[in-house]
Structures are given as C-alpha cells and as structure tokens.
C-alpha cells in the first residue's frame, strides 16, 4: 500500500462509519416514535371524530366512533404481537378527550386533554434541557443502549441531546401558540381540521431535527455491551485463579 492509498481508505472508513451511524440512528428514531403505523395510529382516531363531526354534527356518534377504532388499533398490534405502546397511548388519549367532551356537552373539548398534554410536553422538554437531562436523552438513550451514559461520558451527544429537545420544545409550543387561541374562536369543525393538518408536520420537523442533531455526534456509548465484557472478564479472572488453586 502506497502512502497515497491510506488516506483514502481512511476517508472511506470515515464514511462507512458515518453511514453505519447514520443508519443506527434512523432505526432508533424509528422505533421510538412508531414509525409510519405510530403516525397512523396517531392521527385515525381524531380524524374519524372530526369527519364524522362535520357530517352530522353528533358528538356521541363521533366520540364512540374515535373511540371504537383506537380499541381496534390495539386489538390489532395485540393479535400480530406488536408493541402496543403508541397505541395504547392513543387509546388514553382518546378516552380522556371523549370523557371532557361528554361532560361538557362541547365537542371542541374532544381535543383538549391533546392540547394540554402537547403543552406540558412542551415545557417538559425545555425545562428538563434546562436542568442539564435533556428530555430526549432519557427517551432515546435506552433505544441507543447507551442509558445516561451521555450524561457525563459523552459531552458531544449530550450537546445534541439538549438541540433536540429545544426543537422538540419550540416546535410544541408553537403548535400550542396556534391551536389555543383557535380553540376559543373557531368552531368545531374548522378548530378539528386545522388540528388534523398539524398532527404530522410538526412532529416529522421535530424528528428530522432530531436525525440531523444525533448523526452529527458522536456514536453512543453501548453500556450493555460494557457491562458484558465485564462479567465476561470477571468469570475469566475467577476461573483464572481456580485454577492457580
């Protein structure tokens, strides 16, 4: 090998190693927020209530409806033997925004409960990016095998931690700065829509934030595999000294 080929196969190596990060991250994101079919699972039930809303103005009918098909979701991961974690949540969810809507005889309140989760959300990303364990982290940082391991270990990931969970937080409360003031003016029907279209934007935003942030940093630390070489080493040195018995 010539002295011009090592510089190559180093950048090459540079750039599989960015790919295979790239990559790990893409299916860590991906399994922390369902995906595709989490989306789904997100958006249907809100959607079948507002359709059903503005065609025959029932708040019963289009509660029950909601209802009924975030049950189903369930059913259906709980039959393929999937996670039912984003779907369960959606199931709270919905349950809580159909309990306010019936008590209050409006149906705008079908949403709330959403719109007072998406807020404290909000907050909880800033303020806990603020005391130094970005909320982000403690999502993903089991995801990544890695734990708090970036805490104190791994000071540009938590760098890119704390940018993640300040868009996360910025982009919610902007969401929020839209939806409340809508909540009190609009009707019913136009406040539903509008909730709809900003079901997935801001969340695909937040998530491509986050992909940017995290594929930039550097690779997690896996403690898992850490705390196996450890047993592994420690069996060793037992048998080690067994034997020198």
């Known amino acids: 090998m ?34 595709l079919r ?9 959607l ?4 059903i809303f503005t065609i025959n103005k029932d708040l019963h009918s289009a509660a029950i409806a909601a209802l009924g098909v975030s049950i189903l979701l369930v059913v259906v991961r709980l039959v393929m033997k999937d996670t039912v974690k984003h779907a369960f949540s959606g199931v709270f969810g919905v349950a809580f925004g159909v309990v306010f809507a019936m008590m209050t005889g409006n149906a705008k309140d079908f949403y709330l409960p959403g719109m ?19 909320l982000i982290g403690l999502i993903l940082g089991p995801v990544f095998k890695e734990n708090l ?6 000071p540009g990931r938590k760098k890119a931690y704390a940018k993640a969970s ?9 969401k929020c700065a839209i939806l ?45 595999a850490e705390m196996e070489a450890e047993e592994k080493a420690e069996k060793e040195r037992q048998a080690a000294a067994r034997s020198a018995e």
Do not use: C, H
Not at 4 to 31: H, I
Not at 38 to 46: A, D, H, K, Q, R
Not at 48 to 51: E, R, S
Not at 149 to 154: D, K, P
């Open 2 to 35: 010539t002295s011009l080929d090592k510089p190559t196969e180093d950048a090459q190596r540079d750039a599989r190693d960015a790919q295979d990060s790239r990559a790990v991250t893409e299916a860590a994101l991906f399994e922390a927020f369902g995906g």
């Open 38 to 46: 989490g989306m789904i699972e997100t958006v249907l039930p809100g």
């Open 48 to 51: 079948l209530f507002v359709t």
């Open 116 to 134: 007072l989760y998406t807020l404290g959300l909000a907050l909880a990303y800033i303020i806990t990016t603020l005391a130094g364990v970005p």
């Open 149 to 154: 391991s970036w805490r104190t270990r791994n």
């Open 166 to 174: 300040y868009a996360w937080g910025l982009i919610l409360l902007t």
């Open 180 to 224: 409340f003031p809508l909540y009190w003016w609009a009707d019913t029907t136009q406040f539903g829509w509008v909730l709809i279209a900003l079901k997935i934007p801001p969340f695909l935003l937040a998530v491509w934030l986050t992909w940017v942030f995290l594929a930039k940093a550097p690779p997690p630390i896996d403690v898992f």
